[in-house]
């Protein structure tokens, strides 16, 4: 299956963004997704995930509380909504999806990855 991450940008600290992975090629009901992030020079950071019928979720403590991820399966589509956005939340963001894994999967588990989308947040 193939990802791609959209809905990136520059923010102000306290405004809020939604991001979307497309996925093509797969049947993207049978994926459980994720998003992480990465900011330079630190490692992929897990952000939040959520189960293949959209039942389960699971989020970092970072944005837990601020973000709300969700699924659309009939548009092949997850999002990740994130507000009150801090500049510490500035990242590439990119999506993941999982066919076989326990719940939720960790980093490693991910069979697919897509590109990231970039967000900057200005305080």
């Known amino acids: 299956v193939q990802l791609q991450a959209s809905g990136g940008g520059l923010v102000q600290a306290g405004d809020s963004l939604r991001l979307s992975c497309a996925a093509a090629g797969g049947t993207f009901s049978r994926y459980t997704m994720g998003w992480f992030r990465q900011a330079p020079g630190q490692e992929r950071e897990f952000v939040a995930a959520?189960?293949?019928?959209?039942?389960?979720?699971n989020y970092g403590d970072s944005v837990r509380g601020r973000s709300t991820i969700s699924r659309d399966n009939a548009k092949n589509t997850v999002y990740l909504q994130m507000n009150s956005l801090k500049p510490e939340d500035a990242a590439v963001y990119c999506c993941?999806?999982?066919?076989?894994?326990?719940?939720?999967?960790?980093?490693?588990?991910?069979?697919?990855w897509g590109q990231g989308t970039l967000v900057t947040v200005s305080s």
């Open positions: 993941a999806a999982d066919e076989d894994s326990r719940w939720p999967p960790i980093l490693d588990e991910y069979d697919y």
């Open positions: 959520i189960s293949r019928s959209g039942g389960m979720t």
